[in-house]
C-alpha cells in the first residue's frame, strides 16, 4: 500500500513536471478549443495578409487576452525595439540636423491596452466616441521599450517626428499632455490630423506628412508603428518596423 | 487499498486531461528554455522586422521544426491560402487574356521542407550546392493548399506566372518536370533567372520581370511568395501574400 502511494506520487510528479515543462508559460487553459486557428490567424494579421479586418475573430478573444497580457506581447517588443535598437547604431549622422526618424502615437509611443481590455481585446466593434473619451483623459501609458528607443534617438540627434491620425482639434491637447506625462520629451514635432487631412485614409494622409518632411530636406531613417498603414505608402523610410498588434486595424 | 487506487487513477486521468487541453498540442516539450524568444523571432521574421539573417538562432531548432512538421505551419498555410481565394473571388476577370497572377516556387509552389529536416530546418548557413544537387533531383513535393490556390486561378482564366530566382542554366530542366510530375499544368509562363538577371537580389531581379510583364500589357492582380523579397518592390501586385518560411531568408 504504502509503496504504491509513492509509486503513485512518483508518477504524479512526472505528470506535473512534464506538463509544466511543455506548455508555454503564457499559455491560457481555456483557449484548447482553438489555438491553432487563433496562431494562425494573429500571424496572417502581422504578416499583413488578412487586412481590412473589423473585429478580433470571438474565438480568440482569450487567446488575444492572454497574448496581449501574459508576457508575448511584451517579448515581441522587446525584440523587436531590439533589432531597431542594432540598426540605429549603424547609422552615421551628419551635421545638417535633418536625420529624422518617424514614430506613430498609438500603441506604439502610448498604449491604449487598458482601454481595449473593456472592449475585449478587440473583439468589440471601434468605438469612436468610446475611444475619444478614453483618449481625452490623457492617461495612456507609456509602452516602455518604445520609450527606451525614444530617448536613445533624441540622445544620438535623430529629429523624431511623432505622426498620428488623431484629430488635431480635439484630442491635441489631451495628447501633448499625455506623452509630456509619460517622458516624451525632446521630440522635433507632433503631428496630428488637422482639418485638411479628414477623411484620407492612414496610409495616404501619414505618406503625405513624410512628403512634407522630405521636402523640408529630412532624410527618414526610421519609421515605426503598430499598423501597417504606418510603414506602407510612399516615402515610408530607409527601414520600417511594425510592432505588434492584434486588437485593431486601420487602413 | 482499491478505492484509493481508483481516486489516484482519476486523479491522473484529470492531471492528463488538464495538461492536454492546455498544451498547444503541436508543443514540443523540449522547448521549454527559449519558447517565448523562438516565438518572437519566428513573428518578427514574418513580419519584416528582422531581415537579412543568415541562419535560425540555435535555440530555436526544435521550436522550428516543431513549427514546421507538428501541424502549426501547416494550418497557417491553409488560413493563408483560404484568404486568398476569397480575395480571388472579389476579383472580375475582363476578356482580353491579361489578367495575371504570380507565384513564386520553392516553399510556394513545392516545398524544400526534405531538404532543411537535413539543415536542421535552417540552423545551418545555406548551402549551395547542395540545394542545387537537391533541386536537381526534381523531387520537392507540392504544397497542397497552393496547388489547390494554383487550379483555381488557372481555372477562373487568370494567367499564371511562376516566377523563380533558380538558375535557368542549371535547374530549369529539373524544375519543368518537378512542377509537372507535382500537377503544376497550365500556367502561362515559368520564368527562371537567366544570365541577364545573375548577381542581382531577389528584390531587383522579381521587380524587373514584373516590369516586363505590366510592358507586355498585364494586370498583376496578386502575388505570393515565402519571402519577402517575393512580394516588395516594383510592380508588387494589386494584393500579395507572404507564406510562412522560418527556414531561410532571401534578400
Known amino acids: 500500500m504504502q509503496r504504491l502511494r509513492e509509486a503513485l506520487v512518483l508518477v504524479f510528479l512526472a505528470i506535473c513536471s512534464k506538463a ?3 506548455m ?3 499559455w491560457p487553459s481555456d483557449t484548447a478549443d482553438a489555438p491553432g486557428y487563433c496562431l494562425s490567424w494573429r500571424l496572417a494579421v502581422e504578416a499583413n495578409n488578412i487586412r481590412a479586418w473589423r473585429t478580433v475573430p470571438t474565438q480568440c478573444s482569450r487567446h488575444v487576452e492572454a497574448y496581449m497580457i501574459a508576457g508575448q506581447y511584451q517579448r515581441d517588443l522587446t525584440l523587436i525595439v531590439d533589432t531597431i535598437s542594432t540598426y540605429v547604431d549603424t547609422i552615421t549622422l551628419s551635421d545638417d540636423g535633418l536625420d529624422a526618424w518617424i514614430l506613430d502615437v498609438d500603441d506604439t509611443c502610448i498604449s491604449n491596452l487598458f482601454y481595449y481590455r473593456g472592449k475585449r481585446y478587440g473583439c468589440e466593434p471601434f ?3 468610446g475611444f475619444r473619451a478614453w483618449a481625452l483623459q490623457g492617461g495612456c501609458p507609456a509602452i516602455p521599450d518604445v520609450l ?6 533624441v540622445e544620438r540627434g535623430f529629429k523624431v517626428f511623432l505622426v498620428t491620425g488623431r484629430d ?4 491635441g491637447q489631451a495628447t501633448i499632455q499625455n506623452l509630456e506625462n509619460q517622458g516624451f520629451l525632446g521630440y522635433q514635432r507632433l503631428i496630428l490630423r488637422s482639418g485638411t487631412y479628414k477623411g484620407l485614409s492612414a496610409i495616404t494622409y501619414k505618406s ?8 523640408e530636406g529630412y532624410r527618414i531613417w526610421g ?3 503598430d499598423q501597417w498603414s504606418d510603414v506602407q505608402g ?9 510592432l505588434p498588434n492584434p486588437m485593431y486595424f486601420i487602413p
Open 168 to 171: 488635431e482639434e480635439t484630442l
Open 127 to 129: 468605438d469612436p466616441l
Open 223 to 225: 519609421n515605426v508603428g
Open 148 to 153: 527606451r528607443l525614444f530617448n536613445k534617438l
Open 20 to 22: 509544466v515543462n511543455s
Open 234 to 242: 510612399d516615402y515610408a523610410g530607409n527601414r520600417t518596423f511594425k
Open 208 to 215: 503625405e506628412i513624410r512628403k512634407q518632411l522630405v521636402g
Open 24 to 26: 508555454p508559460f503564457w
